[in-house]
């Protein structure tokens, strides 16, 4: 194929954010700005005025006043809007949409179907604001939600945001040694739980974890439970513990005062998969994640007031944050919580088409899996709504491209995105006017001056290299917490390349401007010397219909290291001498002699994170003998023991 998969329409760019925002750019700073390159050089070179720009376009409420940028030059230590003050929750409330309009819709699978809208969100809102003044919370203290992905949540959050206090969620299906590693290390004053969740069409009552891990957070005064899968009380034995209705009970509904607090003041603590160690603890700051969040969803997606915009994330994930900012552009958030194939794999399909869907976001993980599912639901649901798909997670391959476009909708802006929790955004993905690529990343995002450097630390074009971002951005971490030297968040971003943050991608810029991302830098494979990502393998075992899925390492051997592919099978396969060389021939004709593995390994299950993420360095730990020192980061920590000590890996 010579061209691109998709165009979009001239209306569609007509009527795009992006287009006006171009428009007023060049009228405010008399420029001749005309596609998305040039607006992308001006980002990058006239950082102060393009980050007012979006400020003012995009509508944010505060008081801006001094430089947009102190220290530009130095990273870390460039700041933003140093003098302006905000508040995050005053931005997602603001006046616009109608009380009665939905703010959020929640389906917890076929189980629990709901809707609030604005005007019932604005009261809990109040209402809780009211509760965690009382419990003694204020600016800075910090507020734990162990929650599904449900609209308390989010109200929860906002009613946090409001005082100017910092929230930090994890989803319920962590263990206790997993929440404790990371609430634990923020000393938390308040914890909002559910009473249990739904999984797969099974019913999870969490009481008993939360009372367990309860144990191990001594300054939490109150635990309040949220109920949704109607087991009713509060956790047993735990102090403080009361119900959601019983905590609002004694305040009523009124108008919502909002802390506005410096633009750099802490709004949520991220953790790192914590794979290799205890999470770091990531403060990302109330400004700069706004500020982000509101160009990435008007400009990179074209989200306009009255969208409906659902991408499937539990709390414990960035796209969770990244998801409930929509509010702040007017769009409806569409929450699910459960399995995406529960009770079948129509059922986020059927949810998109029942409340009009116009951007849905999923992983590239799930688009393989419904590729392989066999529904195409081009052909099984309307999807008139959706006008953009985005992807991420880990790198969405060619033929998750293809599929998308035969299988789910032709007029679709397909925008595999891609960035991380460091950044609570993205540092590339979609370009609302410009085309779709197979098998690439649409664009580098406005406002992030990404090169690709080479081992010399030179930027190139078409050779792959180390995702680097050379000047400074408003979402970058205000701090780690309990770092207070900051050798920590120094060592995790820049200490690579001077005065330049390095992400730990291992990516190509193309010749469209796009970027393919192979794989994380770290995992890299290193055989003969010779840099294979591992997404490379990836894309071909893959389409295999043999193969449901697959996990590549390096295996240290012989002075060398020698490429090893586990594969889980799909139902009747067998790993038998044909099917090896079927996927070594597969291998060597999409790729290189180089990328092929000398051993091929079948497994039942495959290890992953709580957000899907399969780990490939737990993976190289377990089989050179070296301890995981963090399970609890993991879905499945069982799956580990299938890697353990493996005869074949021995000769």
């Known amino acids: 194929m010579t061209g691109p998969l998709w165009q979009p329409s001239a209306d569609r760019v007509a009527q795009a954010r992006l287009t006006r925002f171009m428009a007023e750019a060049n009228r405010r700073h008399g420029l001749a700005l005309g596609d998305y390159d040039a607006v992308f050089d001006w980002s990058v070179t006239e950082i102060p005025a393009f980050w007012e720009l979006v400020w003012d376009f995009t509508g944010i409420v505060g008081e801006r006043r001094g430089p947009a940028l102190v220290d530009g030059d130095r990273m870390p230590g460039a700041r933003f809007f140093p003098e302006a003050r905000i508040n995050f929750a005053e931005n997602l409330l603001k006046a616009g949409q109608p009380d009665t309009a939905d703010a959020m819709v929640f389906w917890a699978e076929d189980k629990v179907k709901r809707r609030m809208t604005w005007g019932e969100l604005r009261e809990l809102v109040s209402r809780l604001q009211q509760a965690l003044t009382a419990a003694g919370v204020g600016e800075g203290d910090r507020v734990a939600g162990f929650l599904p992905n449900m ?43 559910p009473d249990g969740y739904y999984y797969a069409g099974k019913t999870l009552d969490v009481r008993g974890r939360v009372a367990e891990f309860m144990a191990g957070l001594p300054t939490v005064k109150a635990v309040v439970t949220v109920p949704l899968i109607g087991a009713g009380a509060p956790p047993e034995g735990v102090a403080g513990a009361v119900s959601l209705a019983d905590f609002i009970k004694p305040y009523a509904a009124r108008a919502l005062s909002f802390r506005r607090v410096a633009f750099n003041s802490p709004l949520y603590i991220m953790f790192s998969s914590g794979t290799t160690g205890k999470p770091k603890c990531i403060v990302h700051g109330a400004g700069g994640t706004l500020l982000l969040h509101m160009k990435e969803h008007q400009l990179q997606c074209d989200v306009k007031p009255g969208d409906r915009v659902f991408y499937f994330t539990t709390c414990g994930w960035m796209m969770w944050n990244w998801l409930v900012s929509a509010l702040a552009s007017g769009a409806t958030l569409l929450l699910y919580d459960g399995s995406p194939f529960h009770p079948d794999a129509r059922i986020l399909w059927d949810y998109a088409d029942a409340e009009g869907c116009t951007l849905f976001g999923t992983s590239a993980k799930y688009i393989d899996a419904l590729g392989k599912s066999g529904l195409e639901p081009k052909r099984t649901h309307s999807l008139k709504s959706i006008r953009t798909i985005t992807s991420t997670g880990s790198p969405l391959v060619p033929e998750g491209f293809d599929f998308v476009y035969r299988g789910i909708k032709d007029d679709v802006c397909l925008s595999s995105i891609s960035g991380g929790t460091d950044i609570i955004g993205c540092f590339m993905g979609g370009n609302p006017i410009g085309p779709v690529w197979r098998g690439e990343i649409q664009k580098r995002h406005l406002g992030m001056a990404v090169e690709v450097l080479d081992d010399d630390g030179k930027p190139v074009v078409g050779q792959k290299g180390e995702l680097a971002c050379v000047r400074p951005f408003p979402s970058m971490p205000i701090y780690f917490w309990a770092d207070p030297t900051g050798e920590r968040y120094f060592n995790a971003y820049f200490a690579r390349y001077p005065n330049i943050w390095h992400h730990g991608d291992f990516v190509e810029l193309t010749a469209h401007g796009g970027v393919i991302v192979y794989g994380r830098s770290d995992a890299v494979l290193n055989p003969g010397g010779v840099r294979i990502g591992t997404a490379e393998i990836y894309r071909q075992v893959e389409q295999l219909p043999e193969v449901a899925e697959s996990i590549v390492i390096g295996q240290d051997w012989q002075d060398d290291v020698r490429v090893v592919l586990f594969v889980r099978l799909a139902a009747g396969a067998t790993l038998d001498a044909a099917l090896e060389k ?49 399970k609890e980061a993991l879905a499945n920590p069982e799956a580990l023991a299938l890697y353990e000590r493996r005869p074949e890996l021995a000769n």
């Open 151 to 193: 609209p308390e949540a989010v109200a929860a959050m906002l009613a946090t945001a409001s005082l100017g206090a910092v929230w930090s969620s994890c989803s319920p299906d962590f263990g206790v040694a997993g929440v404790l590693d990371r609430f634990g290390q923020i000393d938390p004053k308040v914890l909002f739980c």
């Open 582 to 630: 079927k996927i070594r021939d597969t291998i060597r004709k999409g790729c290189t002699p180089r990328h092929v593995p000398a051993k091929i390994l079948a497994v039942a299950d495959i290890p992953r994170t709580k957000s899907g993420k399969i780990v490939e360095l737990a993976v190289r730990d377990v089989v050179h003998g070296r301890p995981i020192k963090n």
